[in-house]
């Protein structure tokens, strides 16, 4: 059996232990952001090395069901005999998660590793010995804190698989994923994935609310140091810190990565489902910082659809799950209404640049086709390391714009007409204090643009009885049915924007560019 190689940082370290006094070295002997900031810069000076896959074929071969059979033992959680306030449990190779993450502990600045054990998963139905795995090392962890009640600690956060990971709040389930980086994503040579290849997580103290990881992100054109600042509660906000060190000029650097899905929804019906809405997401929403907020209805379109909006140091940007009535999905196993919003704000002045949300055919809902992030006009250059800082909220009820009201449904179809004419009909449902203040009769208007592959034939704004929100009609006619078409639209009273700006682009009907 082979041996497991050091892991990178503990090179770096025992290279620099060689070299000091030991005064320096037990100066140096408190670990923290610093030290994994010096790998990865160290990392990004050489070649990159492509990670050797390990993972014996007992493991590659299983199925979904398979590897979902084989469980971190409960009573094996970091932590738990000590009754600290986190628990860590960790995630055992397989199938689709085959690179293995060094994972270490800090414990009063000193660093620990955390050594894999088979002995620790229970393997069910698998036909898998175990004295064979004692050094394939894990393929990620999870993190647990009581948020639902105070005597059962809850999963709260979980890394796996790239840069991946996921966190939850208050009766939350799990949805939409973020991630470190996005290297070209829908660029023309192919998308690269980063991944994190070590982690370094602190002790949390008696009575902590927080915990802090760090992480140590490998690829070919790029190497990064992440810490996490994780605050679980009713909303549960990440604090994150990104040192990244570019071997090689990129493109296209997505920074805040949200992955999502929409297979389809209210605005895009007609699938033989029972399921009125399957999505993770129903929009992209954007607060620009000029006093503008954009929402983007997300959409499954028949061909890649990559579209952008241009903004200077925004306030913030996510993808959210604005319905919330369990009627709407009718899945009482799948739970979307209870799947997070994820919210990122900048830190500090991002400049200028633009939130990219990439759009991606599926089939089904076993696909996540929904991918934002924010991409800066500053190149970005081989060895010019690039500093940034943000919050992800993962939450319920996403922000919306103060002192305007917002959409709160968009709806594509037609009522009853007597013969087709080929016009496309939407319905835009508007709802906020700011509209409901209003008197019995105010004068407002519907201001409509779309864009030159599109006639706009109707527009109507009126009052929905019903539910006291505001009903925005358009219909529109389309030129070239293989081209898609873009859309905007806003209340206004007396020249006065009185809500968002919805921002819908219908897609093209041909499969083919």
């Not at 002995?119 to 948020?147: C, M, T, W």
């Not at 605050?231 to 990565?257: C, H, N």
């Not at 706009?456 to 929905?464: D, I, P, Q, V």
Request: include cysteine.
């Amino acid at each position: 059996m082979q041996a497991t190689p050091r892991p990178r940082w503990l090179q770096h370290v025992l290279a620099l232990i060689a070299c000091v006094s030991f005064a320096q070295a037990a100066a140096a002997a408190s670990f923290g952001f610093d030290d994994v900031t010096a790998v990865a810069r160290g990392i990004a000076a050489k070649p990159y090395k492509v990670p050797v896959d390990r993972l014996p074929p007992e493991l590659r071969d299983l199925d979904y069901d398979a590897l979902r059979d084989i469980r971190f033992k409960t009573d094996e959680a970091l932590w738990r005999s000590e009754k600290l306030p986190f628990e860590l449990m960790f995630l055992h190779m397989g199938r689709g998660l085959r690179e293995p993450v060094a994972i270490h502990t800090i414990d009063q600045g000193q660093v620990r590793p955390v050594k894999f054990d088979p002995e620790q998963f229970s393997y069910g139905r698998n036909k898998i010995d175990p004295q064979k795995l004692r050094d394939i090392g894990f393929a990620g962890f999870r993190v647990h804190y009581p948020i639902n009640g105070p005597t059962y600690k809850d999963e709260v956060l979980v890394f796996a698989g790239a840069s991946y990971f996921r966190a939850l709040g208050k009766n939350q389930i799990y949805g939409l994923s973020a991630r470190g980086l996005a290297v070209d994503t829908a660029g023309p040579g192919g998308e690269e994935f980063p991944h994190f290849s070590e982690f370094w997580i602190e002790k949390p103290k008696r009575g902590a609310n927080a915990v802090t990881i760090y992480a140590l992100l490998e690829s070919r054109r790029v190497t990064g140091a992440y810490r996490f600042v994780v605050s679980p509660g009713v909303d549960t906000a990440m604090q994150v810190t990104a040192r990244i060190f570019p071997r090689e000029a990129i493109a296209k650097l997505g920074i805040a990565p949200l992955t999502s899905m929409f297979t389809f929804g209210e605005n895009q019906p007609g699938r033989d489902d029972y399921r009125p809405e399957v999505h993770d997401s129903d929009g992209l929403s954007i607060d620009t910082g000029t006093g503008e907020w954009i929402w983007r209805p997300l959409v499954n379109p028949r061909r890649l659809l990559v579209t952008s909006f241009s903004a200077t140091n925004p306030k913030g940007f996510g993808l959210m799950q604005r319905d919330r009535q369990a009627a709407n999905y009718e899945d009482p196993e799948s739970l979307f209404e209870r799947r997070p919003s994820v919210w990122v704000e900048p830190i500090g002045n991002w400049e200028s640049g633009r939130v990219e949300l990439v759009q991606i055919p599926s089939p089904d809902e076993t696909n996540d086709n929904i991918v934002a992030y924010w991409v800066s006009n500053e190149p970005v250059v081989a060895g010019k390391p690039i500093e940034l800082s943000y919050r992800l909220r993962w939450q319920m009820q996403g922000p919306v714009p103060t002192g305007k009201a917002w959409v709160v449904q968009t709806r594509r179809g037609r009522g009853y007409v007597k013969a087709p004419d080929g016009d496309i009909n939407f319905i835009v449902d508007f709802d906020g204090p700011v509209l409901r203040a209003l008197g019995a009769e105010p004068k407002l208007d519907a201001v409509v643009s779309v864009d030159s592959n599109a006639e706009l034939r109707e527009r109507n704004l009126y009052r929905n009885q019903v539910s006291g929100a505001w009903r925005m009609t358009v219909r529109v006619k389309r030129a070239d049915a293989s081209k898609p078409v873009e859309m905007r639209a806003f209340i206004s009273q007396d020249g006065k924007s009185l809500s968002e700006t919805w921002s819908y682009i219908l897609p093209s009907e041909s499969e083919k560019p």
